[in-house]
């Protein structure tokens, strides 16, 4: 191994050198590739653990004794949500077209009811629709603080892993 170095006119040490010099710049990128993407041991979050703290801050039953309306609200939209995401894990299938707008009731220091309503707007076409949901529930997500960047991986549990007889990959979308 060493007389190939030497061949081609390099030294053990200028070699070692080289390699720290690369490592270095590596570390200074963080996880990102040259061309600033993550690399594959960049650990995104699940869908289902941001939606599980979501769900944490908008039970219905934290809102049900102090605010009766606000539970209500919660109540009818949590049936909405999972309505949608049971197509999708349970069913196997896409949620039909639709465009709603679904309200919900947050905790706030900054309001002065000590509440403040976000509306989760979906849009579907029908068929095949993961990056408009993963675009819309990334954005509502940083909308009601549950992540900063938004960013998540939908995992195996939802959608159906074909589609018209092509395997569907995570990294398609």
């Known amino acids: 191994m060493n007389s190939s170095y030497r061949l081609q006119g390099l030294t053990q040490k200028a070699v070692a050198a080289s390699f720290r010099t690369l490592s270095t710049r590596v570390n200074r990128r963080g996880n990102k590739s040259r061309y600033g993407q ?14 599980r703290q979501f769900y944490k801050q908008t039970h219905p ?6 605010h009766n309306e606000f539970a209500d609200v919660n109540d009818q939209s949590w049936q909405t949500l999972n309505g949608i995401l049971s197509t999708c894990k349970e069913m196997n299938s896409f949620p039909p077209r639709m465009t709603k707008s679904i309200p919900f009731y947050m905790r706030s220091s900054a309001e002065e009811s000590g509440f403040r309503q976000i509306n989760l707007r979906i849009k579907t076409a029908g068929g095949d629709c993961r990056k408009q949901l993963t675009v819309t529930l990334s954005d509502f997500f940083v909308e009601s603080g549950i992540s ?9 549990d939802y959608f159906p892993s074909e589609v018209s007889g092509q395997k569907v990959e995570e990294d398609d979308l």
């Not at 993550?38 to 995104?44: D, F, G, Q, R």
């Open 38 to 51: 993550a690399t594959p041991e960049a650990e995104l979050p699940q869908f289902a653990g941001l939606l």
């Open 61 to 66: 039953d934290l809102l049900r004794a102090t």
């Open 148 to 156: 900063e960047d938004g960013k998540f991986v939908w995992g195996k």
